[in-house]
């Protein structure tokens, strides 16, 4: 689980820190999983450039790079919600 990989401040600022986070997660976090077919990567973290970690890795997902699941939650949920994921289903209520 990776929470607040970037500053927020420093990823609407500088492209050489959120280069430096993407690269690091890049060729560091995948290669510690004990089983990539099943294992999971969590990332927690307020969307604050279209290139932090987390638009890093959907920009790579949408190109055909790498094969992801997004689990995309607000922090306060705008409606009850259900989402059904391989690892169970999360219910959240409004």
């Known amino acids: 689980m990776i929470d607040d990989p970037i500053k927020p401040d420093e990823a ?3 492209a050489v820190i959120r280069d430096g986070v993407n690269s690091r997660f890049s060729n560091t976090v995948p290669s ?4 990539p077919e ?3 990567i969590i990332i927690v973290q307020q969307r604050t450039h279209d ?3 987390s638009g890093f890795l959907i920009n790579k997902m949408n190109d055909g790079r790498e094969k992801r699941e997004v689990l995309s939650m607000p922090a306060i949920a ?3 919600e259900t989402f059904e994921t391989r690892y169970g289903t999360i219910e959240r209520k409004q």
């Open 51 to 53: 290139d932090d970690l």
């Open 38 to 40: 099943s294992d999971c």
């Open 78 to 80: 705008e409606r009850d």
């Open 12 to 14: 609407d600022k500088s």
């Open 32 to 35: 510690r999983l004990f089983n």
